[in-house]
């Protein structure tokens, strides 16, 4: 899939989708928080698989917790199936293999005298 460029008219549409979902007030400014530091994140660059696994590294690098990163994944998901971007959503179940793997290269070097 060629990557696409977020704008503000995709983001007011996922929210009008949003509130036609009957979604909670809370869930639709979470979404739309999410989506907009994403796009913050972003720069204006085409919005690939690739760039949202960055995305999701770049948070971990932040020391985002893991809880965390996982409610922005799915935030982003959630637009990526609104947009039909379905090339650009990230697997859930990767980010604790990530996270696995990222603690090791942390804590193991620690442990060693």
Known sequence: MKGQILSEKIIKNFEEYLHSEEKSAATIEKY????????????DAAITRERV????????????AVRSISSILASLNR??????WIDCKVILKSILS???L????LI?????I
């Open 32 to 43: 739309i928080r999410d989506v907009h530091e994403f796009m913050a994140y972003t720069t």
């Open 108 to 112: 193991i070097p620690s442990f060693i």
């Open 79 to 84: 637009l990526f199936s609104f947009l039909k």
């Open 102 to 105: 990222e603690y090791k290269r």
């Open 98 to 100: 990530l996270i696995l």
């Open 53 to 64: 696994i960055e995305y999701k590294v770049w948070l971990l690098k932040k020391n985002y």
